[in-house]
């Protein structure tokens, strides 16, 4: 284990991301030269723009909720599973969550708290569903998520037209009735300004960013220093073996499922707690499978995710300012799948040059023993 | 952070170095013209219907009142803070008046004119803010939808009359009833088979003629004649049915909708294209343009709430009707019912519904 910090060890694992990331930005640069634009004066202008205090703080904002759907489908790969139902376990998590939490009043905290509860609930629940059939019929989960999305997308349309929504005058757009003041969560900002940091116009860091950080110690702990840990991963790399050693298959199934679902309820929290308070017809799709995305850059660890969610906050923070300059802000989901891309090349590239090097090594070993 | 950070200042480096192309930017404007920001939500320019209407306006203004400018728009699955920061980085940057275009604005309007108070705002399709430099200006689609009925039910042969919204919300379903009353006013016994391309949340309803061009399909296979598809972009979609299905033998009218579509249409879909129900969203945006030139302000009284004005864009101030090019309703001999109708509409004498029957 003591090689894991030695530091050519360490140089390699900052090697595949480093590398993904100039090559992701070399093939962006080709797209920008491609529409007539300067990559120079782009990558700059996001820089200074995504570098400033509003634009940090939206990119932990943004972060912290990428963070919590990708941990739910990391849990999942764990476990040898794919989740792609995320997407549909966030959006019922939250309309459950909005819909429940604006019929009382409890004290704040315990209200938050009761919030955060049901759209856990709720997520796992949806994500029951394609473990049972998985359980009980064999269905693969990866078809039976994707068609629970388009299922749990017109599932919240319905809802939300003909038993949630209530109309505001004026207003063209569908809301939930809104949350009471007790279930809001402040913002940070007067951390911030504690630290002589000064108010910015969007407003500060949502308070449940720390929930995010809190799921990430739990997910941690859960898949690295727990039994059920072990089973998870046991199962995820060899289910045979697993069960051989008396894991029950269908029962990690069903609970890795749920898990990840509860975990994706609550992903969309930090912005309906702290910003929308309720949820409405421009409620953001989409967050579960960047979700996907976000996991597979941060190889399912609690820090490589981390960072992953604050990457993509960034670029999709900064390229805001892109359009002033007259730049599609597209260009962050061209630079944004062209890391993932190539992370995913430069992962296995570096898998196989560690393989040579313990191969080497042992070779060695063997000729001086 | 630290490694990110790290990753992009080495990756920019890198870049910068073997990537440096000469600046293609534009110098910032340093004169004291009127600069205009206009934002648009998903779909953005290039539906020939909704956003290219704003657009219109737009540009009818930069050439009439030589004015600078500068349009944004929402990413697809882009963060509703997205919306926020680039109202606030238009204001920022001295676009004075901004134009919201769509009601899922109306949370960032709000907000960003709340912090500047001295730019002057318009959104388009909400009345729900009630700011002294925030202008809504909102139209009454189920008047100008409601002669779009009474036209299909004079063209239809087959009393069987088709309605394709582009995603099922309050706004569009403001078309829906306005277009069923005037059917069903004009004639008894037609039917109106109502379809929606796609439900909310998911918006692609808008931009999807794919899937608006089966739904027509269906609709014209099972005998309808006049197909009204208020969908903006996916509206395509129905103009191609048309086409195929009247070479096929069995001829069908289509009517367009937010631009006078018969405009942007093809030579063969023109052919079918017996008018649009034009909302001048175009003129909306002129007007807000032209009087802040002048110093004024767009700022009637609504009468939805205290403090909440703009104007109201109907079929009185010309702001929606039917467009006539092609000139089908003339021949068809049906120019004078709707015109009855639209008399009766201003008159009162008919209050169309804003909400379709249960």
Redesign the interface.
């Known amino acids: 284990m003591s090689r894991r910090f030695s530091p050519q060890s360490i140089a390699l694992t ?1 090697a595949a ?2 590398v993904a ?2 090559f ?3 093939i962006s ?1 080709i797209a920008l ?1 491609i529409t ?6 782009t ?3 996001m ?1 200074d723009y995504g570098t400033q205090v509003g634009s940090l703080i ?1 990119m932990v ?2 972060g912290a909720v990428y963070y919590i759907a990708a941990l739910a489908v990391a849990l999942t790969f764990k476990a040898g599973l794919f989740n792609i139902g995320v997407e549909s376990q966030i ?1 019922l998590g939250a309309l459950f969550a909005a819909w429940i939490g604006a019929m009382f009043t409890l004290p704040p905290v315990l209200h938050v708290f009761v919030i955060l509860v049901v759209a856990s609930l709720v997520g796992a629940m949806w994500a029951f569903l394609p473990a049972l059939l998985k359980v009980k019929r064999g269905v693969s989960e990866v078809i039976s998520t994707i068609m629970l999305n388009s299922i749990g ?2 599932l ?3 809802l ?2 003909d038993h949630f929504q209530q ?8 809301t939930t009735k809104p949350l009471p003041q007790s279930a809001w969560v402040p913002d940070l900002m007067s951390w911030l300004n504690r630290v002589g940091i000064k108010d910015v ?2 407003g500060g860091p949502y308070g449940l960013v720390f929930l995010a950080v809190a799921l990430g110690f739990l997910y941690s702990f859960i898949v690295n220093r727990t039994r059920f840990g072990f089973d998870l991963r046991a199962s995820g790399a060899s289910p045979t073996a697993a069960s051989v050693s008396g894991v029950n298959p269908k029962r990690m199934i069903i609970l890795a499922m749920m898990l990840s679902g509860a975990f994706a309820g609550l992903a969309m929290m930090p ?1 309906m707690l702290g ?2 308070h309720a949820y409405t ?6 967050v579960g499978f ?1 979700g996907i995305a976000i996991a597979l850059l941060g190889r399912n660890n609690a820090v490589g995710i981390a ?1 992953s969610s ?2 993509f906050g ?1 670029l ?2 900064s390229a ?2 892109l ?4 730049i599609a ?2 260009i962050y ?1 061209i630079m944004q799948g062209a890391i993932l891309l190539s992370a995913v090349a430069a992962y296995e590239v570096v898998r196989r040059y560690r393989e040579t090097l313990n191969a080497r090594a042992l070779a060695r070993a063997g000729v001086t023993a | 952070m630290r490694l990110s950070k790290r990753v992009l200042t080495a990756a920019i480096a890198v870049t910068t170095v073997a990537l440096a192309a000469p600046a293609a930017m534009a110098p910032a404007n340093a004169k004291t013209t009127v600069k205009v920001g206009l934002a648009f939500d998903i779909g953005g320019r290039g539906d020939k219907s909704f956003n290219d209407s704003a657009y219109a306006g737009l540009v009818k203004a930069q050439k009439l009142l030589k004015v600078v400018t500068k349009t944004v728009s929402a990413t697809a699955g882009g963060a509703a803070t997205e919306r926020e920061d680039k109202l606030r980085l238009l204001a920022q940057a001295g676009y004075n008046p901004i134009i919201a275009v769509g009601f899922l604005y109306a949370d960032s309007v709000k907000k960003v004119a709340t912090e500047f108070p001295k730019t002057r705002f318009a959104i388009i399709d909400d009345a729900s803010i009630a700011l002294p430099n925030v202008s809504s200006l909102v139209f009454a689609e189920e008047q100008g939808s409601y002669l779009a009925g009474v036209a299909a039910a004079k063209a239809s042969k087959s009393g069987k009359i088709g309605y394709i919204g582009g995603v099922r919300i309050p706004l569009l379903q403001k078309f829906e009833a306005g277009f069923v009353a005037g059917v069903k006013a004009t004639r008894k016994s037609a039917t109106v088979d109502v379809k929606y391309v796609s439900e909310p949340p998911d918006f692609t309803g808008f931009a999807d003629p794919a899937k608006a061009k089966v739904i027509a399909k269906g609709m014209t296979d099972a005998g309808a004649d006049v197909i009204y598809s208020a969908a903006g972009g996916s509206g395509k979609g129905n103009f191609e049915n048309a086409t195929e299905a009247s070479a096929a033998g069995k001829p069908v009218w289509t009517i367009g909708v937010d631009s006078d579509q018969y405009l942007t249409a093809s030579a063969a879909e023109k052919k079918h294209m017996l008018t649009s129900m034009v909302k001048h969203v175009d003129v909306a945006v002129f007007d807000m343009i032209s009087a802040f030139v002048k110093g004024k302000k767009v700022a009637d009284n609504l009468g939805v709430g205290a403090g909440i004005t703009g104007r109201r864009y109907n079929l009185k101030n010309n702001g929606v009707g039917l467009a006539t090019s092609g000139g089908y309703l003339k021949k068809l001999k049906i120019a004078a019912a709707v015109n009855a109708a639209a008399a009766k509409i201003k008159t009162g004498v008919i209050k169309v519904p804003t909400v379709p029957a249960a």
Do not use: C, D, K, Q
């Not at chain 1, 109309?167 to 569908?174: E, K």
């Open positions: 900052l991301p480093l990331a100039v992701g930005l070399g640069s030269m007539h634009n300067s990559p120079l004066e990558f700059r202008a820089w939206e904002n943004l959006r997308s017109a919240s349309a319905y939300l037209a109309l505001v005058a004026g207003s063209n757009n569908v116009p969007g912005v910003e929308s017809l421009g409620f953001r799709g989409g960047t960072f604050l990457l960034f999709e923070v805001r300012i359009e002033l300059n007259g802000t597209e989901i």
